[in-house]
C-alpha cells in the first residue's frame, strides 16, 4: 500500500509537473542580458506554441515575432522585451490564417514592451498588432514609448475581424510617440467584444488618445467596452469611417487632461453608454462630446472644467442626460441641432447656462435639474419647439 501511495504521488507529480512544462528562449541560445539580439531564440520558442515563459532579464530583439494560434506567452517581474529596429515587437501572421482557421487563443502576461532604444519611429510600428485574431488575452503588461499604437486590433486574412479580446491591468506610457502623426495606447479599427478593463495610459502628447475606436471602411464594425481605466493626458476617441457600425460603453473611468491639449471623450456615429465616469478637461475642450450619435446614455458622470461639460449635436437624438455633477464649465448641458433629448436630474454649477438648447433641437426635456444661481436655462426659442422645462430648482 505504501508502494502503491508513493507511486501514486509520483504520477501526480509527474503528469502536473508535464502538463504545466514551459518552452524558454534559453532553450534556443537567448542570453536576455541587454547586450545580445534575442530575436531569433524567442522566434523559435514562440514556434514550439504551448506554453512559452521568459525568464526575468532584457530580451533585444531587431525585428518583429511572431506569435501563433495556441501560444501563452508570459514572464515575471523583470522579464522585458527590448526593441532596437523599426517594426512591430509582437503580431500575429494573419496573413496565412487558412479558410477554415482563425488565429485564436493567444494570451500575452506579465511582460514589459519597451520602443524607447528605437531612435527613428514609425507610426505604423505597433507594441502588439493583431489582426484577425479570436481570443486574445494582454494581460499584466506594460508598453512603454511604442512608436506607433501600444496595441492595434484591426482586420485580417480572409477579411477576419478580431473578436473576444480581453486587455486588462496593462501599463501604457508615451505610445504613438511618432512627431509627424501620434498614435495611440490602444487603436481598436475592426473587432467585436473588446473588453479593456483596470488599465492606466499616460500620455501628454498632443493628439494622442488612451483608446481610438476607428473603423476606417464601412464594412469594419468595433464593439468596445472600457471600465475603470485610469487615463492622464489622454483621452477617449469613437469615429472613424461615417458608415461603420460602432458601439462604445464606458464606465466607471478617471480621465484627466488638464494639462494637455487633448480631448477628454468624444463620440461620432456610434452608440454610446456612458457612465460613472470622473472627467476633467483643461477649460477649452469639451467634457463629453456626442455628435450624430442617437439614444446614447450619459449617466451619473462628473465634469469639470470642460468648455461644454456635455455638448449633443448634429443629430444626436433622443440622447439621456442624467444624474451627472457639471461643475467649473463654461456651459453644463449643450445642444444644437438635436431632438427629443432628456436632461434630467443633474448638477449644473457651471460659469455660463447650465443648459442651452438651440438651433433645431425639438421635444427636449428639462425636469429635475439643480442649477446655479449664476448659470440657468437658455433656449434660442426662434430655432427650437416642443421645449418642457419643468420641476427645476436652483442650487443653494
Known sequence: MHIHFVLSIFSLFFFTSFSYASITPQQFGAKADGVHDDTKALQAALDCRGKVFLPPGEYLIS??????????????????????????????????????DWDCNI???????????VDAVSEYTAGIYMCGVRNLVVEDCSLIGIGGDGIYLGRG?????????????????????????????????????????????????????????????????????????????????????????????????????SETENATLSVVR???????????????????????????????????????????????????????????????VYVIDSKGLAILANILKTKGKGVYIRKESRGTRIERNRIGSLSGIAVDTEQTEDVRIQRNKELD
Do not use: W
Open 107 to 117: 494570451s500575452i502576461r506579465k511582460i514589459v514592451f519597451n520602443g524607447l532604444l
Open 157 to 257: 486574412g480572409k477579411d477576419r475581424f478580431c473578436e473576444r479580446i480581453r486587455i486588462s491591468n496593462c501599463f501604457f506610457k508615451d505610445c504613438g510617440r511618432n512627431a509627424t502623426n501620434p498614435r495611440q495606447s490602444i487603436a481598436v479599427v475592426y473587432a467585436e467584444d473588446v473588453r479593456i478593463e483596470k488599465c492606466t495610459m499616460v500620455n501628454n502628447r498632443k493628439q494622442s488618445y488612451a483608446v481610438d475606436v476607428e473603423p476606417n471602411n464601412r464594412d469594419e464594425h468595433c464593439t468596445v467596452s472600457i471600465t475603470d481605466c485610469r487615463m492622464i493626458g489622454c483621452g477617449i476617441s469613437c469615429g472613424g469611417s461615417k458608415s461603420a457600425k460602432k458601439r462604445i460603453v464606458v464606465n466607471k473611468c478617471y480621465i484627466d487632461c
Open 63 to 100: 525585428g518583429k515575432l511572431i506569435i501563433h494560434s495556441d501560444t501563452q506567452l508570459f514572464g515575471e517581474k523583470g522579464s522585458t522585451i527590448k526593441q532596437t529596429k523599426d517594426s512591430f515587437i509582437l503580431y500575429n501572421e494573419h496573413s496565412q490564417v487558412s479558410d477554415a
Open 270 to 332: 456610434a452608440g454610446a453608454k456612458i457612465t460613472g465616469n470622473t472627467i476633467i478637461a483643461n477649460g477649452k475642450n469639451n467634457g463629453i462630446t456626442i455628435v450624430t450619435s442617437p439614444l446614447a446614455i450619459v449617466k451619473k458622470n462628473s465634469i469639470r472644467d470642460a468648455s461644454a461639460g456635455v455638448l449633443i449635436a448634429d443629430g444626436a437624438d433622443n440622447v439621456v442626460i442624467k444624474s451627472n455633477t457639471i461643475e467649473n464649465c463654461s456651459s453644463g
